[in-house]
């Protein structure tokens, strides 16, 4: 990994980590919530499930990168 990009990494506070793990939690739970309501838009659907593979994504270069 570059010097510059493991700096950057490895600078993200502990609390941005957690904000981004929080946002996914209450994704995943309206998620769960819209899902089994049966007037529930599909594109809303795809764009909260899209939200969360975003911020999954995040949190796992976080992870990955910090060590």
């Known amino acids: 990994m570059p010097l510059a990009l493991r700096e950057t990494t490895s600078s ?3 609390s941005r980590l957690e904000a981004l793990r929080s946002r996914h939690s209450k994704i ?4 769960d919530q819209e899902s089994r309501n049966l007037s529930a838009s ?3 659907l795809r764009q909260l499930k899209k939200q969360k593979l975003t911020l999954k994504e995040e949190i796992e270069g976080i992870a990955s990168a910090t060590g």
Do not use: F, R, T
């Open 12 to 14: 993200v506070p502990a």
């Open 28 to 31: 995943e739970a309206e998620l």
């Open 42 to 44: 599909d594109l809303y």
